[in-house]
Each structure stands twice: as structure tokens, then as C-alpha cells.
């Protein structure tokens, strides 16, 4: 499974939009990039996946370069309830054996007034 | 529907006893999981299942056993509890074989298990 790289923490204010990079130089050809949100004491929960391009939908957009070795997940006007840890993955959709998700230690994020 | 269901919620263990961790899940998801999450770090793969009868290890499987006799059920057993297995527990589903993908998980709101 492809490798991911990005930043332990970063804080923003809120209004503003976050991007967070996530680095993943050995993506494989049938691999997405998804991103999960985790606030605390809870499990994490799915924000929006891509394969190339831009995605787009109601929380957050995802930007894939054409190389497709890193990606970015923009967060317009955060607020204080988007402070949480912010996971990248990289693994294909489907598998015939089941997929190894693989989280590392994310990107926590923390927005101030 | 319910989504995804863990329990107990909190749980105290003395190191040699065993319990388990209960998940389901009433989506009619083929595929679960189990991961821990250590304080400080991000989640780690237990053991999942593709299926009823179907189950395969994760990154760090041992110490732990699963079953998948049912679609809606995946039971973690932990068989001889270890101060190391203090951790909080995610159970999690998806639906890969109807429009869905392995990698777009419903969570459940964990377990926090400590082991004296």
C-alpha cells in the first residue's frame, strides 16, 4: 500500500480555508485518496475520496495533481467544530482479499477565533 | 438504521482475563473491521472480514481473535488480556459491492479498554 506524508498539526482561524497536502509518491494506478475527519473520542468519519482532478461535494474539496503523488483536502471558512485530526489514505476501492486501510498519525488540525 | 453499534462502552480488564468486544452493524455492509487506537496515534488495522465466514488478519493481529458467522455481527475476543492491548477499539463497515468502496468506512463510537 502506498505511503502517505502529511503535516502533525496546523492551526487556522476561523473564516478561513485550510489546505492540508498529503504526499503519497508510490500511488499504484487503481488506488483513491480518501480523507476521514476524527474529532475527539470519536471513531473517524469519511469526508470525500477522488481518484484524479477535483471532487467536490457539501464539506470539503479534494485536489489530485496529474502525477497524482500528493493531494490536497481544502476546507473552506473553518470554524471552531473543524478542529480534529484529518487522515489521508491510499488504497484501491475495491480488492478481491479485502482491503489493509492503513491511518497514520494524520494532521491535527486546530482553528481559533 | 443504527449505523455501526460497539460494546461495552468503557471496560476494565485485569492482564490474563479475556472478554469481547461486541460490533454490528444493520447496513447489510459485506465488509467490517477492527482497529486500535493508541493515544497520540492513528488507527491500526486489527483483523477485518469480507464476508460471513471470511475473516484475515490486519497489522497487528495478535493476541486477538475474530469470527463472522453473521453479516451483521464481527465479535473481537481478546483471550488473555495484556497491559499492551489498553487501547481504544474501532469497529468499522463499508460496502464495497454496491456502488460503495472499501475505503469509504462508517465507524462506530469506539471502546476504551484498560488493562491493569
Known amino acids: 500500500l502506498a505511503k502517505t506524508t502529511q503535516p502533525i498539526s496546523m492551526d487556522s482561524y476561523e473564516g478561513q480555508e485550510v489546505n492540508i497536502t498529503c504526499s503519497h509518491n508510490n500511488i499504484a494506478t487503481n488506488d483513491y485518496i480518501t480523507w476521514y475527519q476524527q474529532f475527539p473520542s470519536q471513531g ?5 475520496q477522488g481518484y484524479k482532478t477535483k ?12 502525477d497524482r503523488k500528493s493531494s490536497t483536502l481544502s476546507l473552506p471558512r473553518v470554524s471552531l467544530s473543524d478542529t480534529a485530526v ?4 491510499v488504497a484501491p476501492r475495491r480488492s478481491g482479499g ?5 491511518f497514520g498519525t ?3 488540525l486546530k482553528v481559533e477565533l | 438504521n443504527a449505523g455501526v453499534t460497539q460494546t461495552p462502552k468503557f471496560q476494565v480488564l485485569k492482564t490474563g482475563q479475556s472478554m469481547t468486544l461486541q460490533c454490528a452493524q444493520d447496513m447489510n455492509h459485506e465488509y467490517m473491521s477492527w482497529y486500535r487506537q493508541d493515544p497520540g496515534m492513528g488507527l491500526r488495522l486489527i483483523h477485518y472480514s469480507v464476508g460471513a465466514g471470511i475473516t484475515d488478519q490486519g497489522e497487528v493481529p495478535n493476541g486477538y481473535n475474530v469470527s463472522r458467522s453473521t453479516t451483521e455481527d464481527f465479535p473481537l475476543r481478546l483471550l488473555s ?6 487501547s481504544v477499539y474501532f469497529c468499522a463497515s463499508s460496502y464495497p459491492s454496491r456502488g460503495g468502496s472499501y475505503n469509504e468506512q462508517f ?3 469506539g471502546t476504551r479498554l484498560t488493562v491493569l
Open chain 2, 81 to 86: 488480556a495484556a497491559p499492551s492491548q489498553t
Open chain 1, 98 to 102: 479485502g482491503n489493509k486501510l492503513t
Open chain 2, 107 to 109: 465507524f462506530g463510537p
Open chain 1, 86 to 89: 484529518y487522515y489521508c489514505l
Open chain 1, 44 to 48: 473517524p468519519r469519511f469526508i470525500i
Open chain 1, 106 to 108: 494524520g494532521t491535527q
Open chain 1, 55 to 66: 471532487v467536490t461535494n457539501e464539506v470539503a474539496s479534494l485536489f489530485i495533481p496529474a
